[in-house]
Nanobody, 123 residues
Framework: QVQLVESGGGLVQPGGSLRLSCAASGSIVSISSMGWYRQAPGKQRELVAVITSGGSTNYADSVKGRFTISRDNAKNTVHLQMNSLKPEDTAVYYC?????????????????WGQGTQVTVSS
């Protein structure tokens, strides 16, 4: 009933940039926060950045100064501008949303996840 769709991943050289986008759709009442996680092979999924509906942001130390998260609340969309990319940024990036949605049984709150988009940084 609720779907998150990521886009913008791809292959870039070190030092390059990518902009990821994630759009939430469905019977959404509100979204308190949206964020990005990433998971590299053999590693645990980690938080990259998160932004609340009020605009507060948090970043992993490894991406501070290089990545910028933003959102359009009216469109239920979040973006991640990634600059100065490094090979260690290579991972599958997942969109996450803490949201309130409505179904036939009433209101429900949950965390939703996108399917992931591959980011590869390599020369």
């Amino acid at each position: 009933q609720v779907q998150l769709v990521e886009s913008g991943g791809g292959l870039v050289q070190p030092g390059g940039s990518l902009r990821l986008s994630c759009a939430a759709s469905g019977s959404i009442v509100s979204i308190s926060s949206m964020g990005w996680y990433r998971q590299a092979p053999g590693k645990q999924r980690e938080l990259v950045a998160v932004i609340t509906s009020g605009g507060s942001t948090n970043y992993a130390d490894s991406v501070k100064g290089r990545f910028t998260i933003s959102r359009d609340n009216a469109k239920n969309t979040v973006h991640l501008q990634m600059n100065s990319l490094k090979p260690e940024d290579t991972a599958v990036y997942y969109c996450n949303a803490d949201l309130l949605y409505r179904n036939s049984g009433g209101y429900n709150r949950r965390e939703s996840w996108g399917q992931g988009t591959q980011v590869t940084v390599s020369s």
